[in-house]
């Protein structure tokens, strides 16, 4: 079983919504950790974080959760936005909508939450929300 770490794909994705900017996942993952140390919470090591957020942009833009800004809205061949599927995935792991700890324990009971067609078929679930 694949095994995500929510929290940071979060921040990524939300990197993405928010950024028209060169998409930079290890100084992310470098101010996602500096976050959860300032909360008091334990992190992992910061090396090991940095390479898991640089693996994670290349999952998500291979499966479809992110792709190239074009260049009509200021694409600049290093910066993304979401896909359909990439919304859908911020909108059940986003932390600021309450609940949220169900769609990522159902998401956590898969093989792998992130392939294509499980994810696709576990989001069209209405009782994942």
């Known amino acids: 079983m694949t095994t995500y770490n929510w929290d940071l794909i979060e921040r990524l994705l939300h990197e993405v ?3 028209d900017v060169s998409y930079t996942p290890r100084a992310y993952a470098e101010q996602y950790a500096a976050e959860k140390a300032t909360e008091g919470e334990p992190t992992e090591n ?3 974080l940095k390479a898991v957020a640089g693996e994670y942009e290349k999952l998500l833009l291979a499966r479809g959760y992110i792709k190239p800004r074009p ?3 200021g694409g600049s061949g290093s910066n993304y936005i979401l ?3 990439g919304s859908s995935l ?3 792991i986003d932390s600021s909508i309450p ?3 169900h769609p990522r324990q159902v998401l956590d009971e898969q093989q792998d939450a992130l392939d294509e067609v499980t994810f696709d078929e576990v989001a069209s679930k209405a009782q994942i929300a």
Do not use: A, V, Y
């Open 17 to 19: 919504q928010n950024g």
């Open 99 to 101: 609940g949220n700890n």
């Open 83 to 85: 896909t359909p599927r």
């Open 46 to 48: 910061l090396d090991h």
């Open 71 to 73: 260049e009509e809205q």
């Open 90 to 92: 911020l909108s059940l």
